[in-house]
């Protein structure tokens, strides 16, 4: 009786560690007026997890392990955010939502003067 009830045991733990324990991020990218910044990048740092808001600024990530997380957005034009310490627990979904605010994009030119003379 004594093996089978080691034997269940050992079992239930197997199954236990082979299990997927996942939960979801979601969230909204808006600008500082409260618009939609329309296909910001959303990626979970130092993963292969990365995706683009929808068309209202919305995203889902599905589906990632149980840990802890820094979570960025960026769109060109706005400054980079970054929510460090994004906790996903099992079969749950944390929301994260960011305000990216607008930057001046800078453009190096070079000018680069023409030494052929028209004739």
């Known amino acids: 009786m004594q093996k089978i009830i080691m034997i269940l045991v050992l079992i239930f733990f197997t199954i236990s560690l082979l299990s997927d ?7 909204v990218v808006l600008d500082e007026h409260g618009d939609a910044v329309i296909f910001a990048a959303v990626f979970l740092r130092g993963t292969e997890f990365g995706m683009l808001s929808d068309e209202e600024g919305y995203f889902l990530f599905e589906n990632i392990p149980v840990g802890e997380y ?26 994260v939502n960011f305000t990216l605010q607008r930057v001046p994009i800078r453009f190096e030119c070079e000018f680069i003067p023409s030494n052929s003379s028209a004739k």
Do not use: C, L, N, R
């Open 21 to 27: 324990e996942t939960g979801s991020i979601s969230g």
């Open 70 to 95: 820094d979570v960025v957005a960026s769109f060109p034009g706005y400054a980079q955010y970054i929510k460090s310490g994004v906790v996903i627990y099992p079969d749950s979904t944390s929301i």
